[in-house]
């Protein structure tokens, strides 16, 4: 008993399942191997089609449903087996996105969904073959919050969780105990899409550009009058989310968070819809909504006091040159999910999915080729900070290098005082590697290159870029473990502070300037 113990553990290594058996009806079971020598009796916890999991007196198992016979009342059907599917979390991404994205996968594999409501807040989408009539999987929705998805999972009450943030410390330790694995590793969450924070006002209102700082300052309560920004004499009504929800929380993380600030006086909405449109009938209110949720209220461009812009843009939110870009995710806990699931979350990553994720209004993640004569307000940002003829002649040799080229959407930034990849560069080192496996650049060479903020010496910034830009080619050569780099070549560059995309006065026009691009000839 005790080899075949660990024997399963080890091939295992305490795997998932997905159908998923409550107090009401976890029952014993026994699992015989196939010659009768070997048998583990235990509760049936669940079962995903091909593994059982069983508590047993050695502890929680994992084993092979191919290599054992099930006996008692609670042996699940190996024949009529429906994958079950609990997803909790963003109303933002599960009122639309996901469900699009359902129903595109069960299409793409000759299945039907149907979905049937339950509530408000929950819905199962069934998926047929349409071929035998059989039932082969059930999606159950649970639409709230981000909050309420960390909190589901913790619990057992979900399977994976939609979030509009990242996992915050305090959930990440908690998964840890729960024996839920690591969530903040790459392989325990997928960026889904992306999306970004976008300050918006009424289409009447004079403003037509803000700060960072100034925004800050506004949403902490230390300004609230429009007249000390050139709008009317008139008290400013800040509009945001509720504090649960994605939304609201990486506003905080992305914004005040960096300096230890907190949110002032501000009227909460329970929707991203609401907020929108309370932000366009209010002549004096400002809100920070969802790009993908802007409605007929008017976006702010966020300026710097040196003259440098940004818009909001499906461009610039890929690249993360807009400062307040910020990712859509799937977390997925160390348990193994049914093989329903497991094509599902690959066919996100498809550019079928992408397409979806467009339609469903979010950013998606499909490389574009950006030409260098549409890059005006960056080469004019090149020349503005250009200084002496060491400036110039660095400029010069950009210009030179990168003119016959294409500047690809798929860019690398770093984490907040770190040297670790943010998340969606981290996805970026996995869809850029798995293009080169699929043979999209042969014949072509792809350049990394690297880019830094303004402080401190010019040369040692230039180092540092080019460490980076270096680093970020060896992950993804490292990554790409089936490509043919005989048909495409990777080098990298870099070009230090030559070409900065914000003010260097901000922690957050640091953060946008310190980057590695890619660009493609």
Sequence with gaps: MTIWRAACCAALICLHAVWAASPANAQDITLQSRDGSIEI??????????????????????????????????????TDYVAEMRISGSSTLGRVMMPALVEAFARRNGLTATRTTQDDTHFIYTLRNADTGRDVGRFHFRVTNTDEGFADLLAGEADMVMALRAVRKTEATRAREAGLGDLTLSNRSTVLALDAL??????????????????????????????????????????????????????????????????GPAVRHTSNDALAT?????????????????G???????????????????????????????????????????????????YTRSEAAQIVIR???????????????????????AITVAEGADGLGELQRLVTRMMPMQRLTTSFRFEPGSSRLD??????????????????????????????????PASANLNIARKRAEAVRIAVELAAETADFDRTKLASDAFGEAMPMACDDTVWGREANRRVEVWVR
């Design 198 to 263: 976008v300050p918006v006002v009424s289409p009447g209102n004079p403003v037509d550009q803000i700060t960072l700082s100034d925004l800050l300052s506004i949403l902490t309560g230390r300004e609230t009058n429009w007249a000390a920004f050139g709008g009317p004499d008139a008290p400013i009504t800040v509009h945001l989310r509720d504090a649960g929800s994605g939304l609201a929380q990486g506003m905080e993380d992305k914004l005040l968070a960096p300096v230890d600030a907190q949110i």
């Design 423 to 456: 998340a969606q560069s981290r996805s970026n080192v996995l869809q850029l590697a798995q293009a080169l496996e699929a043979g999209d650049y042969d014949g072509q060479t792809l350049l990394f290159v690297g880019f830094s903020d303004g402080q401190g």
């Design 278 to 294: 309370a932000v366009a009938r209010d002549p004096f209110g400002l809100g920070v909504a969802s790009f993908a949720e802007v």
């Design 41 to 78: 009796t235990g509760t049936l916890l669940g079962f995903d089609g091909e593994f059982y999991r069983v508590d047993t007196e050695f502890g929680e198992l994992t084993v092979d449903g191919s290599g054992v016979n099930c006996d008692g009342v609670g042996c699940p059907s190996l």
């Design 359 to 381: 339609r469903a209004g979010f950013v998606d993640q499909s490389p574009e080729r950006v030409p260098t004569e549409i890059q005006g307000n960056r080469l004019a940002n």
């Design 296 to 346: 007929d209220a008017k976006p702010l461009p966020l300026a710097g006091r040196c003259g440098f812009a940004l818009t909001a843009a499906r461009r610039s939110i890929k690249t993360e040159d807009y400062p307040l870009t910020t990712q859509a995710f799937l977390y997925i806990p160390a348990r193994r999910l049914p093989a329903l699931a497991r094509d599902f979350l690959r």
